[in-house]
């Protein structure tokens, strides 16, 4: 059976950076830049986003083109008769599936407060007001399950349409729509009143800030946050590699996607930091920021429930895109595998994508008081993900791409560097093959440490 393509490379990049493009560009992104200085901690970040996500990233697209196959096959159709690098498949397959176990409870919170804002739910509340409807919503079995399910039932039916049909065009109509949304809050964000105090925090670098914490501690969430947010390491960006041509060298197309990646949340920080300012609100961390911080800045907005509407489509949008290109991996696993059709798979897989969901929703109604490292389900679920596979997932790409005991430096620069575009630089093998997998492991081993520290 002939692989589907994308119908164009624009197709390609906007779904690539749709799946790169998540929650943790818009509440984790602008709230650990908050607590590590601002525009000076944004520099740091950038710099490592270079050095440590986009060579990965690279790899990642190549052993996809190169095999034309998911994770759940790539590997075998690479390396060398003998070897066992395709026993990471499960693993890499395992994340994918870990990842939308909770991301789909949070893309169904996205949906709930959409509609919440546009029927006027928190119009009136005070400060205690905003905070229990978040708490009345995550504690909610029922209401939860209902919007999860809407969030998967959506996700695979769009990839049952097929790659083109499906994935492609919606996709590409969610992101132009969620970058004209974000730019359109933006703006007022940064033209409310009081507004000057959040972008001079923001965007004019105060390296006296990062004195306030160790720098090993700045380095580390710059190097985390660079690194997580492009999705790498669980094959989720390589099955964009197994759909596109051979026309254009793929550092090009991963510079590309790192852009429009870092762009999403450099402008999230431009609507929430002066918008925060402006109603002397503190950009608090994760979940509070969005649900409980945020909708009493639009209450106490002019015309807030509109911008608040706005905020929340964007956001779920944001879930959306993930969600659908994860989808769309965990799909192409049962064609690889087992031959399966596309809306076979999808039925399959969004009934056990439905069934694995429910335990974090279970870990924060009838089993809150279970933990697991003195984590709760959700918590323990993104540990698994953030901390483990997706370090340890771009470590084997990593090593397949540069030793010859995997695929090998000379195939891998082969392919990378097929079509037109920006080269892959040969130079660099030494840091590739030296460097960078010490970095990658530093991660996974500071991960575990600070959980230690934590229990």
């Keep these: 059976m002939e692989r589907e393509k994308f119908s164009s490379r624009l197709g390609f990049i906007l779904i690539s950076a749709g799946c790169a493009i998540g929650l943790g560009n818009v509440w984790r992104f602008p709230y650990i830049t908050g607590k590590y200085g601002g ?185 985390g946050q660079a690194f997580f947010t492009l999705s790498l390491g669980i094959g989720a960006l390589a099955i964009f590699g197994s759909y596109i041509g051979k026309e254009h060298k793929l550092t090009g197309e991963a510079v590309s996607i790192t852009i429009l990646d870092t762009m999403v949340a450099l402008i999230a920080g431009l609507i929430i930091f002066p918008a925060c300012s402006a109603f002397n609100v503190n950009p608090g961390e994760g979940p509070g920021l969005v649900f409980v911080t945020l909708p009493n800045v639009f209450n106490a907005m002019k015309g807030g429930r509109f911008w608040g509407a706005l905020f929340f489509l964007f956001m779920s949008f944001a879930a959306l895109s993930t969600i659908i290109a994860v989808f769309q991996n965990i799909i192409s696993f049962a064609q690889d595998l087992w031959n399966w059709s596309v809306k076979k798979a999808a039925l399959i897989n969004g009934i056990a994508i439905f069934l694995l969901s429910l335990p974090c929703i279970f870990g924060m109604t009838i089993l809150s008081d279970f933990t697991i490292l003195g984590k709760d389900i959700m918590g323990f679920e993104d540990f698994l993900v953030s901390n483990n596979l997706l370090p340890l997932g771009s470590l084997v790409y990593l090593l397949f791409c540069v030793t010859r005991y995997g695929w090998g430096w000379e195939n891998f620069l082969k392919e990378a560097n097929t079509g037109e575009g920006i080269s892959f630089p040969r130079k660099i093998k030494v840091y590739l093959t030296f460097i960078l997998p010490v970095i990658v492991l530093y991660i996974f081993v500071q991960g575990y440490w600070s959980l230690f520290q934590s229990l």
């Design 39 to 223: 525009a000076a901690f944004v520099l740091i970040y950038l710099f490592f986003l270079i050095v440590l996500g986009l060579p990965i990233m690279v790899m990642e697209f190549a052993v996809g083109r190169a095999s034309q196959k998911s994770i759940a096959t790539s590997f075998n159709v690479l390396e060398k008769k003998g070897s066992k690098w395709h026993i990471y498949r499960y693993f890499g397959m395992a994340g994918n599936y870990l990842l939308m176990m909770f991301y789909t409870t949070i893309g169904g919170w996205m949906l709930a407060y959409f509609v919440k804002m546009v029927k006027g739910d928190f119009t009136g509340l005070d400060t205690e007001g905003v905070s229990a409807a978040f708490g009345s919503l995550s504690t909610d079995m029922t209401q939860m399950i209902f919007w999860m399910v809407l969030i998967v039932v959506i996700g695979f039916a769009v990839c049952s349409m097929g790659l083109q049909k499906g994935v492609e065009k919606i996709t590409k109509i969610m992101m132009v729509v969620l970058l004209a949304l974000m730019v359109l809050l933006a703006v007022r964000s940064c033209t409310l009143e009081g507004a000057s105090e959040g972008l001079k925090f923001y965007l004019l670098p105060d390296f006296g800030k990062l004195s306030e914490y160790k720098i090993q501690e700045v380095i580390f969430a710059a190097m």
